[in-house]
């Protein structure tokens, strides 16, 4: 399935939206068509996942129903690993290494999006793009509110024109949950802030000034909800990823790995050595991610977010010669 096909990551926050969204909005009776990280049926179990399988014998003392990765059981070592290295090539294929904060030229610069929209006045624009090219350094949002007295939510509201989707809320954020979104690494290089579950179908996430849609998209694969993103007040922002980063997530591990083979290698001896129920691998830039459910209680009813961190595991590999 190709990535623009299932990712919808402009979205209409039902809180606070300051502005349309364009492109392919999402609404909670949207369907989620995602793969699950365990089997959906018991005849799934037992039967090996790798359609290259050939064996018609099984090592008897090889359990059944574990270990399961992306809902499918491996017959053997060789099989579990066979897969894993599929999932891996479906993953490097589906996103370039591509640079989280790349620029996007064909979005309006945010000093025209607010001197169109009236919020601000020529001179004011000149005097923040001349502070600008002094320091050699910062964002024009921020030399708007340093120089010429503008509110930062403001410049917020200019953001979410320029990328049009909407200004979040921390309305209903619950940290305790949303701390099992994703490994704290991601939610500190990428920007990224969960914020709350509605109707047990969507996730609204938050970032300061721009969209990350691969981030988007792989906590979208790996939680089975629909994500809407939206920008959050750089102050809201602070506040919310501090008590993020209070709250107990699960545990995560990076780990290295060289070429494709030794890191499904490392993946699979992961896999056999933990003896996972469910298992989902997604990559997100540099990095691939794998998420492990040891005991089926983990998943809440919520996608499969999981209910705590208890009895399950993140691992984080990054991706040889990332940018």
Same mark, same amino acid.
């Given at each position: 399935?190709?990535?623009?096909?299932?990712?919808?990551?402009?979205?209409?926050?039902?809180?606070?939206?300051?502005?349309?969204?364009?492109?392919?909005?999402?609404?909670?009776?949207?369907?989620?068509?995602?793969?699950?990280?365990?089997?959906?049926?018991?005849?799934?179990?037992?039967?090996?996942?790798? !359609?290259?399988?050939?064996? #018609? /014998?099984?090592?008897? /003392?090889?359990?059944? $129903?574990?270990?399961?990765?992306?809902?499918? /059981?491996?017959? %053997?070592?060789?099989?579990?690993?066979?897969? @894993?290295?599929?999932?891996?090539?479906?993953? $490097?294929?589906?996103?370039?290494?591509?640079?989280?904060?790349?620029?996007?030229?064909?979005?309006?610069?945010?000093?025209?999006?607010?001197?169109?929209?009236?919020?601000?006045? *020529?001179?004011?624009?000149?005097?923040?793009?001349?502070?600008?090219?002094? %320091?050699?350094?910062?964002?024009?949002?921020?030399?708007?509110?340093?120089?010429?007295?503008?509110?930062?939510?403001?410049?917020? $509201?200019?953001?979410?024109?320029?990328?049009?989707?909407?200004?979040?809320?921390?309305?209903?954020?619950?940290?305790?949950?949303?701390?099992?979104?994703?490994?704290?690494?991601?939610?500190?290089?990428?920007?990224?802030?969960?914020?709350?579950?509605?109707?047990?179908?969507?996730?609204?996430?938050?970032?300061?000034?721009?969209?990350?849609?691969?981030?988007?998209?792989?906590?979208?694969?790996?939680?089975?909800?629909?994500?809407? #993103?939206?920008?959050?007040?750089?102050?809201?922002?602070?506040? !919310?990823?501090?008590?993020?980063?209070?709250?107990?997530?699960?545990?995560?591990?990076?780990?290295?790995?060289?070429?494709?083979?030794?890191?499904?290698?490392?993946?699979?001896?992961?896999?056999?050595?933990?003896?996972?129920?469910?298992?989902?691998?997604?990559?997100? *830039?540099?990095?691939?991610?794998?998420?492990? /459910?040891?005991?089926?209680?983990?998943?809440? %009813?919520?996608?499969?977010?999981?209910? %705590?961190?208890?009895?399950?595991?993140?691992? @984080?590999?990054?991706?040889?010669?990332?940018?």
């Amino acid at each position: 399935m190709q990535e623009q096909g299932r990712s919808s990551m402009l979205g209409l926050d039902r809180y606070t939206a300051m502005s349309p969204g364009v492109g392919a909005p999402t609404g909670l009776d949207d369907e989620v068509r995602l793969d699950v990280p365990w089997a959906t049926n018991e005849s799934a179990r037992g039967v090996c996942g790798n !359609a290259a399988c050939v064996s #018609s /014998w099984t090592m008897p /003392w090889r359990n059944r $129903r574990r270990p399961l990765f992306e809902g499918e /059981w491996g017959c %053997s070592g060789r099989c579990l690993m066979a897969m @894993v290295r599929a999932a891996i090539r479906r993953e $490097r294929g589906e996103r370039s290494v591509s640079p989280v904060n790349s620029v996007h030229r064909h979005r309006v610069p945010l000093g025209l999006v607010m001197l169109a929209q009236g919020w601000i006045t *020529h001179p004011q624009l000149q005097m923040a793009l001349e502070a600008q090219r002094s %320091s050699g350094s910062g964002r024009i949002g921020d030399w708007l509110v340093s120089e010429c007295g503008l509110e930062s939510e403001q410049v917020t $509201r200019g953001l979410s024109v320029q990328w049009s989707c909407p200004v979040l809320s921390l309305d209903g954020f619950t940290p305790e949950q949303m701390a099992l979104v994703a490994p704290r690494l991601f939610l500190e290089e990428f920007g990224m802030v969960p914020l709350r579950i509605a109707g047990s179908r969507l996730i609204y996430m938050a970032f300061e000034a721009r969209l990350d849609a691969s981030a988007a998209l792989a906590v979208e694969q790996m939680t089975g909800l629909k994500v809407q #993103s939206g920008l959050l007040e750089d102050s809201h922002l602070r506040i !919310a990823r501090a008590r993020l980063l209070e709250c107990e997530a699960v545990a995560a591990k990076l780990e290295q790995a060289g070429d494709e083979d030794s890191l499904a290698a490392r993946m699979t001896a992961v896999l056999e050595q933990r003896q996972p129920v469910g298992s989902r691998l997604v990559r997100l *830039h540099g990095y691939y991610w794998l998420r492990i /459910w040891l005991e089926s209680r983990t998943k809440s %009813s919520a996608g499969t977010m999981p209910r %705590s961190a208890e009895d399950m595991e993140d691992y @984080v590999y990054p991706i040889q010669g990332r940018g």
